[in-house]
């Protein structure tokens, strides 16, 4: 039987969501958490979603893992597909519920930045990690086990011989978080949704889960989503980076292009923020808070939603709308002005 030529095929995303939009329906109003997100994700390629707090990175990772229950919201537009390991497109706001629990945490895992909401205090890490195991690749109790103790090995936690038996609250936050990780790949995910999973930790342990997380991406040849509000992690992990600000995506590209040539003021803004930053002649820039705030989200501004905040709004802004334009390649930017800013 002739084999099936793959390597001539277009690199097809495991990941690929399309104009969505997730929508809060609250006593107060309409909030549009996710209003037009397109994003998509490679096998082996990381993915960075970043902007400040609000700007809906988690609900989107939500959205996705369809975590957001029978709450208020509701995706009202979009789609979300995924690409399993058989090769099979699924679209997954068209699965039942019983179908995506079985996607959830065996194709596709997610973790968090608080790891004591996600682990059982009244369990053993062991256990827990076994508990995956067990569930996603039918093992043995003591098969499990084994395997847990390689899994907690794997992502850096010394003599897991011992510390597979003891309860979560008796590891540090560092160790509570690579056991999540532990949980996270117990199934083997083709995609990782990892939601600020650093942002509780100290900075030495932090680069220390950043290199695990990238080291274990590498060799397993996962999708990683990456979520967070620092660009300094984005350059340390990221291939591609989304930049969201008040629920649109509105910088995208490959890292190196977009960090060495925002073409959105939203994005230099972010990366004044960065403190160690310097400039071309190696002089420090001074770190420069964003003015202003985040639009509320239950009345966004017409036109540009960063209009108010940018130093470079013209009557244009406020009036109209920007779609995504590309810059080069797969760089795209939702500002009009992109080609005359010196930024
Ligand atoms: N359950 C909910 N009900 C109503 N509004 C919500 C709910 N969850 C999130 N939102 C709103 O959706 C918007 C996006 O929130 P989201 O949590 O995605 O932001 P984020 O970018 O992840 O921010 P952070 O960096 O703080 O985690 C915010 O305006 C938030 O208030
Ligand atoms: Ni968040």
Redesign the pocket.
């Known amino acids: 039987m002739p084999q099936r030529d793959t390597s001539l095929a277009p690199a097809q995303h495991v990941l690929s969501v399309v104009d969505l939009k997730t929508h809060?329906f609250?006593d107060a109003g309409v909030?549009k958490?996710v209003n037009g997100v397109t994003l998509s994700v490679d096998e082996g390629e990381t993915l960075a979603i970043v902007?400040?707090?609000?700007?809906?990175?988690?609900?989107?990772g939500l959205t996705v893992m369809r975590l957001?229950g029978r709450?208020?919201?509701k995706v009202v537009g979009g789609s979300i597909h995924f690409r399993g390991r058989n090769e099979e497109n699924t679209d997954l706001l068209a699965l039942s519920e019983k179908a995506m629990s079985r996607i959830r945490g065996h194709d596709i895992a997610m973790i968090f930045q608080d790891p004591m909401s996600s682990l059982n205090p009244v369990f053993t890490v062991g256990d827990q990690v076994a508990e995956s195991l067990r569930v996603h690749k039918g093992l043995s109790k003591r098969g499990a086990r084994l395997q847990a103790i390689e899994l907690l090995r794997q992502v850096g936690i010394s003599e897991p011989e011992k510390r597979v038996d003891a309860y979560p609250h008796e590891l540090s936050g560092g160790m509570r978080q690579r056991v999540m990780i532990a949980v996270a790949l117990a199934c083997d995910p083709r995609l990782l949704i990892a939601d600020?999973p650093t942002t509780a930790l100290d900075v030495t342990i932090q680069a220390q889960i950043i290199d695990l997380l990238r080291k274990l991406q590498k060799e397993l040849r996962m999708a990683l989503i990456f979520?967070t509000?620092d660009l300094k992690l984005v350059k340390q992990i990221a291939d591609h980076v989304a930049v969201?600000y008040a629920?649109q995506v509105v910088e995208e590209g490959p890292v190196d292009q977009v960090l060495a040539n925002p073409r959105h003021p939203y994005t230099r803004a972010l990366l004044d923020c960065i403190p160690s930053r310097r400039d071309g002649d190696g002089n420090r820039r001074t770190l420069k808070p964003i003015p202003g705030t985040m639009p509320n989200?239950l009345s966004p501004p017409d036109g540009c939603r960063f209009h108010a905040r940018c130093a470079y709004a013209q009557p244009e802004c406020v009036a109209i709308e920007p779609e995504l334009q590309v810059v080069e390649g797969k760089h795209v930017t939702r500002c009009i002005r992109w080609q005359e800013l010196a930024l």
């Open positions: 809060f609250t909030i958490a902007g400040e707090s609000g700007s809906g990175k988690s609900v989107t957001l709450t208020t919201a600020e979520v509000h969201m629920s989200p």
